[in-house]
Nanobody, 113 residues
């Protein structure tokens, strides 16, 4: 079992920045962030492997940066140049080796125009 605790969401104006954090109760191979906007399906935002390899959805490339601190079992999502279309609930995701994936409770990010 893995518990994920997210923080850092909030309300920001377009062009602003936010940083999301997610602390896992134990080390996980892959970690990342998904988001779900009202009326839309949950989508991948960014993933990072234990070695630091990253993957991003095209819509956030060049604006968002995912990183992790393995000593703290923490993954971060730095979000810059935010747009109203980035408004969503952001979910932390973690995949410990050889087990199922886990989700955080979600944190709301709202970008006003």
């Amino acid at each position: 079992q893995v518990q994920l605790v997210e923080s850092g969401g909030g309300l920001v104006q377009a062009g602003g920045s936010l940083r999301l954090s997610c602390v896992a109760s134990r080390n996980c191979n892959s970690m990342g962030w998904y988001r779900q906007a009202p009326g839309k399906q949950r989508e991948l935002v960014a993933l990072i492997s234990s070695s630091g390899r990253t993957t991003y959805v095209d819509s956030v490339k060049g604006r968002f940066g995912i990183s992790r601190d393995n000593a703290k079992n923490t993954v971060y999502l730095q979000m810059n140049s935010l747009k109203p279309e980035d408004t969503a609930v952001y979910y932390c995701w973690a995949f410990p080796a050889g087990t199922t994936a886990y989700w955080g409770q979600g944190t709301q990010v709202t970008v006003s125009s």
